[in-house]
């Protein structure tokens, strides 16, 4: 049974730092490349970061683009998610991802086989 838990969500006030990680078990973890979408209420899930299996190769939403970083351990089996200098507009619930494709496109969420449960980030201004 595949399993991603994400941790590390919670309330911060704006211009804040937090991170999250994602613990995956389950699943052949270096065979997977991972991301993070979120969805804040009232709009659509959206792509936020992602990781090649190898961690050679980083992508960003535009919206967080310097101020959120990717990076994972595959010894660990966890991917984490470093946010600086977080906006109001970043609330939302934010969601550790899975695909076992290398050709199919990190922006898309159709492409990921594999969802956490989310946790929730607020952000206060």
């Known amino acids: 049974q595949v399993q991603l838990v994400e941790s590390g969500g919670g309330l911060v006030q704006a211009g804040g730092s937090l991170r999250l990680s994602c613990a995956a078990s389950?699943?052949?973890?270096?065979?997977?490349?991972m991301g993070w979408f979120r969805q804040a209420p009232g709009k659509e899930r959206e792509f936020v970061a992602g990781?090649?299996?190898?961690?050679?190769?980083?992508l960003y939403a535009d919206s967080v683009k310097g101020r959120f970083t990717i990076s994972r351990d595959n010894a660990k089996k966890t991917v984490y998610l470093q946010m600086n200098s977080l906006r109001f507009e970043d609330t939302a619930v934010y969601y550790c991802?899975?695909?076992?494709?290398?050709?199919?496109?990190?922006?898309?969420?159709?492409?990921?086989?594999?969802w956490g449960q989310g946790t929730q980030i607020t952000v206060s201004s």
């Open positions: 990781i090649r299996r190898s961690g050679s190769i980083t």
């Open positions: 389950g699943l052949p973890f270096s065979n997977y490349d």
């Open positions: 991802v899975a695909k076992e494709s290398r050709t199919t496109s990190y922006y898309d969420s159709r492409s990921y086989n594999y």
